[in-house]
């Protein structure tokens, strides 16, 4: 997981990583992209590379670059432990089946229980 935090942690590679998503594309064409090297570009997919975030393809004379997802799972597992709103997720959840479950022994009483209860 760290290889591919340190990867992702750069603005080029993510932008590489955005430009592969859906596509692939090959190094001539991810570095027309960017204001920096073909060199930088070459290290930047290296990178990525050996950390797994993309894959190489070799068609004819042309090496093609692939995005592969997978080695993200795991970095998005671990931030997931840190949003709140799955937490809430599940209580609401919670809450909402005690409240079903409240208002079905509500209607399983006896009604003259109920009246008595709405008199008091």
């Not at 080695?71 to 997720?89: G, K, N, Q, S, Y």
């Amino acid at each position: 997981m760290d290889e591919v935090a340190d990867a992702i942690a750069d603005a080029v590679r993510r932008e590489i990583l955005e430009s592969l998503r859906g596509t692939r594309l090959t190094a001539g064409e991810i570095a027309a992209k960017f204001e920096i090297s073909r060199p930088a570009v070459s290290r930047h997919l290296r990178v990525l590379r050996e950390c797994g975030l993309v894959h190489d393809e070799l068609v004819g004379r042309q090496r093609f670059y692939v995005l592969d997802p997978a080695p993200l799972a795991e970095v998005a597992e671990w931030i997931a432990r840190f949003d709140t709103a799955a937490a809430w997720t599940h209580r609401l959840d919670a809450l909402e089946t005690e409240v079903y479950r409240t208002r079905k022994a509500h209607r399983a009483r006896p009604k003259d229980e109920q009246t008595k209860e709405n008199t008091a």
